[in-house]
Nanobody
Framework: QVRLIESGGGTVQAGGSLRLSCAAS??????????MGWFRQASGKEREFVAY????????FYADSVKDRFTVSREMAKNTVSLQMNSLKPEDTGVYYC??????????????????????????WGQGTQVTVSS
């Protein structure tokens, strides 16, 4: 069973950058069968989609609110998925989670060229890391 551990959160001023990492143990990204998502949850709000990377790492998708500011990528040597966040805004504040997609749903989604965006399409979750952006 895969275990996901996020790191890299913290407090930063608006306009700054942070890089989040999600380390996976129990499975390897080199098998090209792990589609990953990043989500965030602000206080009092529902968890929302942020970014998605396909099973093979060949395509990435982003929420409109973070497009052109955030970049999701895989670091094979470390068996991690990273989320580089630039030009941060106060509205980016929240707890950030990485999640492993249901493999069957991820396979179908990749075949159709679409991302998985709903939290219920993901089976395994990290514990979350807090990101706070001050104005």
């Amino acid at each position: 069973q895969v275990r996901l551990i996020e790191s890299g959160g913290g407090t930063v001023q608006a306009g700054g950058s942070l890089r989040l990492s999600c380390a996976a143990s129990g499975r390897s990204f080199s098998n090209n069968d792990m589609a990953m998502g990043w989500f965030r949850q602000a206080s009092g709000k529902e968890r929302e989609f942020v970014a998605y990377i396909t099973r093979t790492g060949g395509r990435t998708f982003y929420a409109d609110s973070v497009k052109d500011r955030f970049t999701v990528s895989r670091e094979m040597a470390k068996n991690t998925v990273s989320l580089q966040m630039n030009s941060l805004k106060p509205e980016d504040t929240g707890v950030y989670y990485c999640a492993l997609a249901d493999p069957n749903k991820a396979y179908i989604a990749q075949r159709e060229g679409i991302p998985l965006r709903r939290p219920d399409n993901f089976n395994s979750w990290g514990q979350g890391t807090q990101v706070t952006v001050s104005s």
